[in-house]
């Protein structure tokens, strides 16, 4: 299994920026797919997921709800992250995961999102 995530980088503040994570080797829609963050010296926090299987709407941290909004393709097996009005608090390595049971079994090698004020 291979989640491949890319589409960070360095934007100012109040700007937009997309990320994408493709899976291979399991099927978005049998997973939980969820986007997570850690910045320097900080916690991997939980930014929000899509599961597909509940038919839910994706779930997104308080955090970052109202500007971030997670979707899925599933005929790509991607999951994106659309990131609006960024703030330099946003800043981090971002990461997507898949949990097919009861815990987030495989990650992706993070993305730097970085952003100036």
């Known amino acids: 299994v291979q989640l491949q995530a890319s589409g960070g980088g360095l934007v100012q503040f109040g700007a937009f920026l997309g990320l994408s994570c493709v899976a291979s080797?399991?099927?978005?829609?049998?997973?939980?797919m969820a986007w997570f963050r850690q910045a320097p010296g900080t916690e991997r926090e939980f930014v929000g997921y899509t599961d597909w299987r509940t038919g839910a709407s994706p779930v997104l941290a308080e955090s970052v709800k109202g500007r971030f909004t997670i979707s899925r393709d599933n005929a790509r097996n991607t999951v994106y992250l659309q990131m609006n009005s960024l703030k330099p608090e946003d800043t981090a390595v971002y990461y997507c995961a898949a949990n097919r049971g009861s815990k987030y079994e495989f990650w992706g090698q993070g993305t730097q999102v970085t952003v100036s004020s």
């Open positions: 080797g399991l099927l978005i829609s049998r997973a939980t």
